[in-house]
């Protein structure tokens, strides 16, 4: 049972044009998203997050768009840079309890 | 800025041999966790730990499984007799609440090998 879905599992952009990832979630009884981004032989590390009472949340060159109708929600960065190369993972969770992860998406940002 | 440091980075373990992972998390944070990877899937929920009990564990966290907090600082995951399937990586995670906008601080993991 997936209630975190991210489809595409890699992605490829040329540094300085934006990345769009995306996230989808079966469970309308989440209400706090969040996205983290994973270094090879390192810990998740928190990027960004958006209650459901909101729809867009933007800090710096993250923004994170929900839907909640559509129970989709995506994380911009723009402009990308190589640094930016990392897994990242979209989490849900309903009242701080128990995160659920989606599987990930690799982003490479090319120089 | 303060971190959650989790000992030792890698393992190896015969099946059905007993494995301690160890965790020191943030130090004034109150919410253990404990989640894992099985190489190329997505990050498990495991269990979660306050006030020095159990407050919540997934399906994956049998009886096999132990959790402990066994003075202020360390937070261990037991395993009573490794599996193959045990192999992943392991990560501790703390938080200072458990609010419904609260971060997971994570550790850099433990690669769990069962041979």
């Known amino acids: 049972d997936q209630q975190v879905k991210q489809n595409s599992p890699s992605l490829s952009v040329q540094e300085g044009r934006i990345s769009i990832l995306n996230c989808d979630y079966t469970n309308s009884m989440f209400d706090y998203f969040l996205w983290y981004k994973k270094y090879p032989a390192e810990g998740p590390t928190f990027l960004i997050s958006?209650?459901?009472?909101?729809d867009k949340n933007e800090d710096g060159r993250f923004t994170v768009f929900l839907n909640k109708s559509a129970k989709h929600l995506s994380l911009h960065i723009v402009p990308s840079q190589p640094g930016d190369s990392a897994v990242y993972f979209c989490?849900?969770?309903?009242?701080?309890?128990?995160?659920?992860f989606g599987p990930g998406t690799r982003l490479s940002v090319l120089p | 800025e303060p971190e959650v440091t989790q000992t030792p980075s890698h393992q190896v373990t015969q099946m059905g041999q007993e494995v301690i992972l160890r965790c020191v998390p943030i130090?004034?944070?109150?919410?253990f966790y404990w989640y894992r990877q099985i190489l190329g899937q997505k990050v498990e929920f495991l269990v979660s730990?306050?006030?020095?009990?159990?407050?919540?564990k997934s399906e994956i966290f049998d009886d096999q499984f132990s959790v402990e907090r066994p003075d202020g600082s360390n937070f261990t995951l037991k395993i009573r007799s490794t599996k193959l399937e045990d192999s992943a990586m392991y990560f501790c995670a703390s938080s200072y609440t458990q609010g419904p906008t609260e971060k997971l601080f994570f550790g850099s993991g433990t690669q769990l090998s069962v041979l």
């Open positions: 958006i209650s459901s009472i909101k």
């Open positions: 130090s004034n944070h109150l919410y």
């Open positions: 989490a849900a969770t309903r009242n701080g309890q128990n995160f659920v």
């Open positions: 730990f306050y006030n020095n009990e159990i407050s919540e």
